[in-house]
């Protein structure tokens, strides 16, 4: 005879193992802090690239602008502002990638930990 409460649960644990099942897998076969400190490490460079490219479209817009501006313009403190924007944002995408990722890697562990939990339900009821 065919029980519904294992067949439901086989269902849900089938259904997670090929949707979210392999994404959190990857994400907990790391430690924490190489998983986090990877995810943070790519997001620097994502947004020194975003930078360096919001920077070159306003240079190659402004050109004539600039190119007409060189000279009175105080190129120390042009330097220091540009620096301090990147910094900037680059510190406040840092802050917004780990709490993102953080959140991320306790969830996939919270998840693979109510899957486990499952499985073990699902391996007693195979016992009866």
Not at 45 to 50: C, R, V
Not at 111 to 125: A, I, P, Q
């Amino acid at each position: 005879m065919i029980d519904k409460e294992k067949v439901i649960l086989m269902t849900k644990l089938a259904a997670f193992e090929k949707n979210e099942g392999k994404k959190n897998m990857n994400i907990v076969n790391y430690f924490r802090s190489d998983y986090i400190g990877f995810q943070v490490l790519k997001a620097i460079i994502a947004a020194t690239l975003s930078y360096a490219l919001v920077l070159s479209v306003y240079v190659f817009y402004h050109f004539e602008d600039l190119m007409a501006d060189i000279y009175k313009m105080d190129l120390l403190a042009t330097g220091k502002n540009l620096i301090i924007m990147y910094l900037c944002l680059a510190g406040g995408y840092v802050v917004i990638a780990y709490m993102v990722y953080t959140y991320r890697y306790y969830k996939a562990k919270r998840n693979l930990k109510d899957y486990y939990v499952g499985l073990r339900k699902l391996e007693n009821m195979n016992g009866k």
